[in-house]
């Protein structure tokens, strides 16, 4: 076994994993054994790929073994009943015989089922449906791993019991699930998009910043245009849109503000604003609007030269108004220190420090160094700049950190 043909084998079983479990969830109707039979296929391909090569339908062979160990599981069950038994024959389909459809958008909308708790459904669909692990999807909440595994937990029980349906639901109940699908879309965005350049994956496939763009504009379609679709996928396209620019060329890392507006993809942008001006037609505007919206008003840097901070001020008033997230908070501080003043954006962020989450948050440190640092306070921005680079998992923001820490001395 090659080192080489291991890798092919974990590469595409990564990249159809969560095609391959959204397919068995919906076609039986548990994530949980979902999930254990999906798992056992993965052990089999990853003991016989790289000595077999990798099959010319991995997908395919992935759900047809996984679904074996379902229906052997069913039937194990269902012996005394003859309606399990006969689902059972019914799902016994040979692996060539079925096109392998993609059914990640109806589980995306099962999971944000209003019988669900609020909290878990973004959660639940970032760890189902796009495979993230509970550390990875704790850190995007701000909470412990161990709080936020016994949540998912809970979830998939409650799924299985009640036996939630995984089908799209109607247009009318759209209000009630997709504002949860919109966040687990963004999320997984931006966990690709600040992933360090050598964690990103090579193929498109596997790429969760090409995935969800992908998905967001399925959901624009599925939900018939609705705005807040609208404006996620125009949010999207914004922050997109500045990705090599985020690089100089000896790969040191460049912040919004002193990047080059020329490596801006323009197209991208051009779309963006044709998705937001489609939103703004239509009802008073929601989170993903207003978002988009703040990076709008970066993104006309490209052709006026200069950043409007009090229009985006005045657009994080209103986000703040509708989410008042620890997020949302850090950076509306930053907006106001560019209008008001570093010492009342540390006054805006006050209410934070006490809050335990911000230990390991490592945006509130670096946002806190910043304002400190303008502020003039050396001693303190110096510790906060400590921290922040302490916290950080990309090489090249690190030694941007450190750079903006050294200078404090000079």
């Given at each position: 076994?090659?080192?080489?043909?291991?890798?092919?084998?974990?590469?595409?079983?990564?990249?159809?994993?969560?095609?391959?479990?959204?397919?068995?969830?919906?076609?039986?109707?548990?994530?949980?054994?979902?999930?254990?039979?999906?798992?056992?296929?993965?052990?089999?391909?990853?003991?016989?790929?790289?000595?077999?090569?990798?099959?010319?339908?991995?997908?395919?062979?992935?759900?047809?073994?996984?679904?074996?160990?379902?229906?052997?599981?069913?039937?194990?069950r269902?012996?005394?009943?003859?309606?399990?038994?006969?689902?059972?024959?019914?799902?016994?389909?040979?692996?060539?015989?079925?096109?392998?459809?993609?059914?990640?958008?109806?589980?995306?909308?099962?999971?944000?089922?209003?019988?669900?708790?609020?909290?878990?459904?973004?959660?639940?669909?970032?760890?189902?449906?796009?495979?993230?692990?509970a550390?990875?999807?704790?850190?995007l909440?701000l909470?412990?791993?161990?709080?936020?595994?016994?949540?998912?937990?809970?979830?998939?029980?409650?799924?299985?019991?009640?036996?939630?349906p995984?089908?799209?639901?109607?247009?009318?109940?759209?209000?009630?699930?997709?504002?949860?699908?919109?966040?687990?879309?963004?999320?997984?965005?931006?966990?690709?998009?600040?992933?360090?350049?050598?964690?990103?994956?090579?193929?498109?496939?596997?790429?969760?910043?090409?995935?969800?763009i992908w998905?967001?504009?399925?959901?624009?379609?599925?939900?018939?245009?609705?705005?807040?679709?609208?404006g996620?996928?125009?949010?999207?396209?914004?922050?997109?849109?500045?990705?090599?620019?985020?690089?100089?060329?000896?790969?040191?890392?460049?912040?919004?503000?002193?990047?080059?507006?020329?490596?801006?993809?323009?197209?991208?942008?051009?779309?963006?604003?044709?998705?937001?001006?489609?939103?703004?037609?239509?009802?008073?505007?929601?989170?993903?609007?207003?978002?988009?919206?703040?990076?709008?008003?970066?993104?006309?840097?490209?052709?006026?030269?200069?950043?409007?901070?009090?229009?985006?001020?005045?657009?994080?008033?209103?986000?703040?108004?509708?989410?008042?997230?620890?997020?949302?908070?850090?950076?509306?501080?930053?907006?106001?220190?560019?209008?008001?003043?570093?010492?009342?954006?540390?006054?805006?962020?006050a209410?934070?420090?006490?809050?335990?989450?911000?230990?390991?948050?490592?945006?509130?440190?670096?946002?806190?160094?910043?304002?400190?640092?303008?502020?003039?306070?050396?001693?303190?921005?110096?510790?906060?700049?400590?921290?922040?680079?302490?916290?950080?998992?990309?090489?090249?923001?690190?030694?941007?950190l450190?750079?903006?820490?050294?200078?404090?001395?000079?």
């Amino acid at each position: 076994m090659t080192a080489e043909a291991h890798r092919a084998a974990t590469r595409a079983v990564r990249e159809h994993y969560s095609r391959v479990l959204a397919s068995l969830a919906a076609q039986f109707r548990d994530v949980a054994a979902a999930e254990d039979a999906l798992s056992e296929s993965l052990v089999a391909a990853l003991a016989t790929w790289p000595e077999t090569g990798v099959p010319d339908e991995p997908a395919a062979w992935l759900l047809a073994v996984a679904r074996r160990r379902m229906i052997d599981q069913l039937r194990k069950r269902s012996r005394h009943d003859t309606a399990l038994s006969q689902l059972a024959r019914e799902w016994d389909i040979p692996p060539d015989t079925e096109k392998m459809e993609d059914k990640r958008l109806q589980l995306l909308f099962a999971c944000a089922h209003p019988a669900l708790e609020e909290k878990v459904r973004a959660p639940l669909m970032l760890q189902v449906v796009f495979g993230l692990d509970a550390q990875a999807i704790a850190a995007l909440f701000l909470m412990s791993p161990a709080a936020m595994s016994q949540r998912l937990v809970r979830a998939k029980q409650k799924i299985r019991d009640a036996g939630i349906p995984f089908g799209i639901p109607e247009p009318e109940d759209y209000p009630a699930r997709l504002d949860d699908v919109l966040a687990a879309i963004y999320a997984l965005f931006t966990t690709g998009y600040n992933a360090p350049p050598s964690a990103v994956p090579h193929s498109q496939d596997d790429d969760p910043s090409s995935e969800s763009i992908w998905l967001a504009q399925l959901v624009v379609t599925a939900s018939q245009h609705h705005p807040e679709a609208l404006g996620l996928l125009a949010l999207i396209l914004y922050v997109e849109s500045r990705r090599d620019a985020r690089r100089d060329e000896q790969g040191r890392y460049v912040p919004l503000s002193e990047q080059e507006t020329s490596a801006w993809d323009i197209e991208a942008i051009a779309k963006a604003d044709s998705l937001l001006t489609e939103a703004a037609g239509k009802v008073m505007p929601g989170r993903f609007q207003i978002e988009a919206a703040i990076q709008s008003v970066h993104a006309a840097r490209a052709q006026s030269g200069r950043t409007d901070w009090a229009s985006i001020l005045t657009f994080y008033d209103a986000l703040a108004e509708l989410t008042p997230t620890p997020v949302v908070l850090i950076n509306r501080a930053l907006a106001v220190s560019h209008v008001h003043g570093a010492d009342a954006a540390l006054a805006e962020i006050a209410c934070l420090e006490s809050e335990k989450r911000m230990a390991e948050y490592q945006p509130y440190w670096a946002a806190r160094a910043h304002l400190l640092a303008k502020a003039g306070q050396q001693g303190n921005a110096e510790r906060a700049y400590a921290r922040a680079i302490a916290l950080e998992s990309d090489a090249a923001v690190r030694a941007f950190l450190e750079t903006e820490r050294q200078r404090l001395a000079n």
